[in-house]
């Protein structure tokens, strides 16, 4: 959970502080709408609620359960949502390629540490 927390705390900002210079940076769109940035802003939030979950896992035994349950779900329903896109529009840029592959790697080793580490 460490390293997803890390990595989406990261990806949060990115996403909220300043969505109108990364993305046409990144990808080959432009947050030019004020709908836009509040979707944007919206995630970030909404992804840093996430960490503050894992955070409490990771520091709280009572909370452990619950936010690897939490981080399993998170970043397979990304990466579900990636493998729909790759059917429906065909492959992305390496960029995503590598976030579905992180999302696949960081779902898969929060679920062995949940079924390894789980307290009943």
């Not at 997803?4 to 502080?17: K, N, P, R």
């Not at 503050?52 to 397979?76: C, D, E, H, Q």
């Not at 995503?96 to 062995?112: D, H, K, M, Q």
């Amino acid at each position: 959970m460490i390293i997803s927390a890390i990595l989406i705390v990261a990806i949060a900002f990115a996403y909220g502080i300043a969505p109108g210079a990364l993305f046409p940076a990144l990808f080959d769109f432009k947050v030019e709408t004020t709908d836009l940035h509040n979707i944007f802003r919206s995630i970030m939030c909404l992804y840093i609620g996430m960490v503050i979950l894992w955070v409490a896992g990771i520091f709280k035994p009572r909370y452990w359960n619950t936010a690897t349950m939490v981080n399993i779900i998170f970043m397979s329903g990304l990466a579900l949502g990636r493998l729909i896109s790759f059917a429906a529009d065909g492959i992305p840029s390496i960029t995503l390629l590598i976030g579905f592959f992180v999302e696949v790697s960081l779902g898969a080793l929060s679920y062995f540490n949940w079924k390894k580490y789980r307290v009943r």
